[in-house]
């Protein structure tokens, strides 16, 4: 097996691509196709392994129960400041667009922020800017769900110094168990979870205020774009030797050369299975007695 080194780029996979193909030059295949193979390859190994596991930093909102991903997911009152009569606050970065939000004032000091909108798009959280004539140092902090999450894991809201892990069941069930009454009757500390579709989750009960989460993920790799020779990827190196042997499949299979196409689909379901570690799943329940 051929292990690729920590500062794994565009174009180490590209040789170890073109290598397996037997077209050094790129003379069948052009450098755009590899590029798109290897994108897919990249892919595929974190949805098979789970390797690129994140610990999203976000918060949660009152009275929200389903989370977005892509999405802000809330944001919190960092420091009040003093003099504020009018702010504004206007979002920046963070990949997406679109959130929306106006702060309250009590005594010249920022003391709630509300959204009205929770925007799309964004991999990390924008910058918020606090705009007002007269006031001055208050700030906020935004948190999002990265838009490129492919699984969740685990989710711990912090409370006070204490962090604690919610309870995970299937959607029907909590449902049933957890969701009897409506979000803007009933709001308390959130205690459960579960994901729904391919691209949110729901908590309950929805939150009484404002709580600062840590989301156990995993997320897809942001693609190469073509040209590009010096980023380093963030697929842990262990990972990263099936890589070539999936984006040569999918070159054999789209030329139609079936039966080269299993032979390296057959390489990358070894080298996968040689390099998985352990995948962990969603814990049901933190506080049952394994025994």
């Not at 755009?32 to 897919?40: C, L, R, V």
């Not at 504020?84 to 922020?113: D, E, R, W």
């Not at 948190?143 to 699984?151: A, K, L, M, R, S």
């Not at 042997?245 to 030329?255: E, I």
Request: proline share 7%.
């Amino acid at each position: 097996m051929t292990t690729l080194g920590p500062s794994t780029t565009p174009g180490t996979y590209e040789f170890q691509v073109l290598d397996q193909l037997h077209d050094p030059n790129a003379d069948k295949w052009s450098i755009p196709q590899i590029d798109g193979y290897i994108n897919e390859a990249r892919k595929k190994i974190v949805m098979d392994t789970g390797c690129l596991r994140t610990l999203q930093t976000a918060y949660f909102t009152a009275g929200i129960e389903q989370y977005f991903y892509g999405q802000a997911s809330g944001g919190i009152i960092v420091a009040g400041g003093s003099g504020y009569t009018a702010p504004t606050l206007s979002f920046s970065g963070g990949g997406g667009s679109g959130v929306a939000a106006t702060l309250g004032v009590s005594g010249g000091a920022v003391n709630t922020i509300s959204f009205s909108s929770f925007g799309s798009g964004y991999s990390s959280a924008p910058t918020a800017t606090i705009s007002d004539a007269t006031g001055t140092g208050a700030s906020v902090a935004i948190g999002v769900v990265n838009i490129n999450t492919y699984d969740v894991l685990n989710i711990s809201p912090l409370w006070g110094t204490e962090r604690y892990a919610l309870k995970w069941s299937p959607f029907r069930n909590f449902s049933a168990w957890w969701r009897p009454f409506l979000a803007s009757s009933y709001q308390r500390q959130p205690a459960a979870w579960a994901k729904y579709g391919d691209n949110s989750f729901f908590i309950a009960p929805p939150p009484d205020q404002s709580y600062p989460v840590e989301i156990d993920s995993v997320i897809l790799p942001t693609p190469y774009v073509t040209g590009d020779t010096t980023t380093v990827d963030v697929i842990p190196v262990v990972n990263q030797d099936p890589i070539k042997f999936y984006a040569a499949y999918l070159a054999k299979h789209n030329a139609q050369n079936y039966g080269e196409a299993e032979t390296k689909l057959n390489e990358y379901t070894r080298t996968m299975r040689e390099c998985v570690s352990v995948y962990v799943g969603r814990l049901p329940d933190p506080y049952e007695d394994p025994d």
